[in-house]
């Protein structure tokens, strides 16, 4: 697994991090010219589906670090503006 001051070259850099932060649950992708936060877990993606956003507005992937994007996925969960 890639340090978090690391740049990523693949989602699945970030990914890993986010596996072990949250079992599994969250992941991080790409749509056009920017990303967001979605999961396969039905109660998690109930819970996203109530948020205001998961998206990051960035179109390249190693503009931030991983620990960068970590911190920018933990923004959007727990933000209580984002409800």
């Given at each position: 697994m890639k340090q978090l001051t690391s740049y990523p070259k693949t989602l699945?850099?970030?990914?890993?991090?986010?596996d072990k932060l949250y079992n599994g649950k969250i992941k991080l992708t790409?749509?056009?010219?920017?990303?967001?936060?979605?999961?396969?877990?039905?109660e998690t993606g109930l819970f996203l589906s109530n948020l205001f956003t998961t998206s990051?507005?960035?179109?390249?992937?190693?503009?931030?670090t991983?620990?960068?994007w970590i911190d920018a996925v933990k923004n959007i969960?727990?933000?209580?503006?984002?409800?």
């Open positions: 699945k850099d970030i990914n890993e991090h986010l790409k749509g056009s010219g920017y990303f967001y936060v979605y999961s396969d877990d039905e990051i507005y960035t179109y390249k992937l190693s503009l931030s991983i620990g960068e969960l727990n933000n209580p503006n984002n409800s």
